[in-house]
T-cell receptor
Framework: DSGVTQTPKHLITATGQRVTLRCSPRSGDLSVYWYQQSLDQGLQFLIQYYNGEERAKGNILERFSAQQFPDLHSELNLSSLELGDSALYFC???????????????FGQGTRLTVV | KNEVEQSPQNLTAQEGEFITINCSYSVGISALHWLQQHPGGGIVSLFMLSSGKKKHGRLIATINIQEKHSSLHITASHPRDSAVYICAVSLGNQFYFGTGTSLTVIP
């Protein structure tokens, strides 16, 4: 158990809908990362938050947004869902923000999103 | 263009064999990570390294910064090692992932 909790584990929804994925980081970890893993593209970094502020952006679509709350949990919002958004969405946390990026990340079990 | 390339894509081994998975990257990095993803989907971070070599149990990871290459070795492989092994590099707060090596260890 990594200490990172993601809910829900599975989610099935229709095209055009909006969903919210939730991540609770390890106790004391300030940094939260979101990743998408689809069959055809592998793991991709989406976005990172540190202590409530956005710190880095990867290949995140404009239809997607995220935030980190004062209690450090994070939510990833996916809207106007398309079939191609079906994927595993992982959250990871790390204790600190390293300017050199050499910080270990602890992964949640992921949320499997299926868009039908 | 893939910043991180892994080989092989798929690997089948007999229990007890020594296994090597390779990772090459094309960008300057802060650190390289080896991740393990089991069939259920969960991801576990195995190693983070920026130089030299690290060992944890039967797993050994090495990195050659000059050659931009890393290897993950598994000694005395076991069926429970069957998983996808993913190489990732971090540069600042950005992560780039390889497509993974699917390992099956047969009893």
């Amino acid at each position: 158990d990594s200490g990172v909790t993601q809910t829900p584990k599975h989610l099935i929804t229709a095209t055009g809908q909006r969903v919210t994925l939730r991540c609770s980081p390890r106790s004391g970890d300030l940094s939260v990362y979101w990743y998408q893993q689809s069959l055809d593209q592998g793991l991709q970094f989406l976005i990172q938050y540190y202590n409530g502020e956005e710190r880095a952006k990867g290949n995140i679509l404009e239809r997607f947004s995220a935030q980190q709350f004062p209690d450090l949990h994070s939510e990833l919002n996916l809207s106007s869902l398309e079939l191609g958004d079906s994927a595993l969405y992982f959250c990871a946390s790390s204790p600190r923000l390293s300017r050199q990026g050499s910080t270990e990340a602890f992964f949640g079990q992921g949320t499997r999103l299926t868009v039908v | 263009k893939n910043e991180v390339e892994q080989s092989p894509q798929n690997l089948t081994a007999q229990e007890g064999e020594f296994i090597t998975i390779n990772c090459s990257y094309s960008v300057g990095i802060s650190a390289l990570h080896w991740l393990q993803q089991h069939p259920g989907g969960g991801i576990v971070s195995l190693f983070m390294l920026s130089s030299g070599k690290k060992k944890h149990g039967r797993l050994i990871a090495t990195i050659n910064i000059q050659e931009k290459h890393s290897s993950l070795h598994i000694t005395a492989s076991h069926p429970r090692d069957s998983a996808v092994y993913i190489c990732a590099v971090s540069l600042g707060n950005q992560f780039y992932f390889g497509t993974g090596t699917s390992l099956t260890v047969i009893p």
